[in-house]
Nanobody
Framework: QRHVVESGGGSVQSGGSLTLSCQTTIRSSRMGWFRQARGKEREGVVAINPTSGRTYYADSVKGRFTISQDNPENAVLKMDSLKPEDTAMYYC??????????????????WGQGTQVTVSS
């Protein structure tokens, strides 16, 4: 059983927008989006605490990306003003218990299979 499922993604030109959605079957303390570009390490992009609504953003996406929730088991990532450097595989992840660092992939328990985002110049 897949506990985390992503949807959305695709290809867009620079300056365009895309929306990613993540659905989980698990009530979590935090849901995050990570990305991994070819040849690079996985990096934290955004995260949200479903209980408090607190959000976290990487400096590289502040002002361009927005994370939100319709319910505690989903996380929607709205990406605007996309740049070619945003091209990567995007993964949704959940953490069961409070604590850890929002941008450390080791602090998440369940992962989706990823969805590709490609931004052309």
């Amino acid at each position: 059983q897949r506990h985390v499922v992503e949807s959305g993604g695709g290809s867009v030109q620079s300056g365009g927008s895309l929306t990613l959605s993540c659905q989980t079957t698990i009530r979590s303390s935090r849901m995050g989006w990570f990305r991994q570009a070819r040849g690079k390490e996985r990096e934290g992009v955004v995260a949200i605490n479903p209980t408090s609504g607190r959000t976290y953003y990487a400096d590289s996406v502040k002002g361009r990306f927005t994370i939100s929730q319709d319910n505690p088991e989903n996380a929607v990532l709205k990406m605007d003003s996309l740049k070619p450097e945003d091209t990567a595989m995007y993964y949704c992840a959940t953490r069961l218990y409070a604590g850890g660092n929002w941008d450390d992939s080791r602090d998440y328990d369940y992962w989706g299979q990823g969805t590709q985002v490609t931004v052309s110049s």
